[in-house]
């Protein structure tokens, strides 16, 4: 990795050089470990402009910070929001400019957001199979998620990666196709074991674990996986497949606790600072930007000083009711 200098630094010392911002909570799915069947969404009025992010994103940038991830909720269902990836994708400081999506609308933006900057694309998919991935999404279309991974394939990013979220007689058993899937096509493919965010009606979280391991437990039958210290900054650790351009990553909140050399903080669509994903520790930002219109200097302070209440990490316990409330869409996961 490079050298970092970021002005950000928390009080355990890490730097913090990874931004997410979220543009929406909403989304046109309702995955079962993301969201409860109805919710109520954030009203329009309460969320951040797109100037206001794409002012936010500047400051960070000025701030230290090389990378930005756009997300959501789903945010390629935010109306103008190529505008916002035009304006990030433009700012000298950041390296790498990468966006979370569903992949459904995917199909009529790739090529814009490839012109726009965007280096990298991270599309969810946790199942090959459409009435599965409908069940698992609540009302997605596996072929429009497929149509969006070839779009992105097409558009030429400097890496595509699939996000699977594994659960425990749910999709399991569809690990090793994931993997020939990701494999075939030269996709990066990470699996992240379920986090307790929000309560999401009567499914038991804990009885839908399963852990990394026995992810690649199932996996070594089929391909010979080699460990890697490959990073991309983020807490997937990667394992690598012989004869093969693809990495296989595998994020493990509740196996190994990747806390200790976190780099990242996140804004939600509020622009609520969150200074860690399991914690409720936060700093208003949209408050900052709205007192200070035309003063960035203000805003980045309000930034530098929230560093300070930056957690050591999260305690997530599945065998407990959720002690976090906000759900993954609401977070900016
Ligand atoms: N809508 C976009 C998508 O699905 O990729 C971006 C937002 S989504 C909240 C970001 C990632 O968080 C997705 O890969 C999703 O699978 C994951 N996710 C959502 N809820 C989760 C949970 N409770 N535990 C672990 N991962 C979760
Ligand atoms: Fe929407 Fe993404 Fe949450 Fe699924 S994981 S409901 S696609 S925000």
């Not at 928390?10 to 470990?33: A, E, H, K, M, P």
């Not at 914690?279 to 035309?294: F, G, I, V």
Request: hydrophobic share 40%; net charge positive; glycine share 8%.
């Amino acid at each position: 990795m490079p050298e970092q200098h970021s002005q950000l630094v928390d009080g355990f010392s890490r730097q913090i050089t990874y931004v997410r911002l979220s543009v929406t909570d909403r989304c046109d799915l309702r995955c079962v470990y993301c969201m409860a069947e109805d919710m109520t969404f954030v009203p329009r009025a309460q969320l951040l402009t797109l100037e206001e992010i794409a002012r936010l994103g500047r400051c960070f940038s000025e701030l230290g910070v090389t990378k930005l991830r756009i997300t959501g909720g789903e945010p390629l269902v935010r109306r103008n929001v190529l505008w916002l990836f035009e304006q990030l994708g433009a700012l000298p400081g950041i390296r790498d400019l990468t966006v979370t999506t569903n992949g459904t609308q995917l199909p009529k933006y790739a090529a814009a957001l490839k012109a726009a900057g965007v280096t990298r694309v991270n599309i969810s998919l946790d199942s090959l199979q459409r009435e599965r991935f409908a069940a698992i999404t609540r009302k997605g279309e596996l072929d429009q998620v497929l149509a969006g991974i070839d779009a992105a394939l097409a558009a030429g990013f400097e890496r595509v990666k699939l996000n699977s979220v594994i659960l425990k007689h749910r999709n399991h058993d569809e690990v090793r196709d994931l993997v020939q899937f990701a494999l075939d096509r030269g996709l990066d493919l990470s699996f992240i074991e379920e986090m307790p965010l929000g309560v999401i009606g009567d499914r038991d979280r804990a009885e839908a674990y399963y852990s990394s391991e026995a992810i690649r437990r199932d996996l070594a039958g089929r391909f010979a996986l080699i460990p890697t210290t490959e990073t991309t900054g983020g807490p997937s650790r990667y394992w690598r497949v012989t004869g093969h351009a693809s990495r296989i990553g595998f994020i493990s909140p509740h196996s190994h606790n990747f806390c200790g050399d976190c780099n990242r903080v996140r804004v939600t669509a509020e622009g609520r600072l969150l200074l860690c994903l399991g914690q409720e520790h936060s700093a208003d930002l949209r408050r900052a930007l709205r007192a200070n219109p035309t003063d960035d200097k203000r805003v980045k302070q309000a930034i530098r000083q929230a560093m300070s209440i930056k957690p050591p990490g999260h305690d997530f316990d599945l065998t407990e009711r959720p002690i976090i409330f906000r759900h993954m869409n609401a977070t900016g996961g």
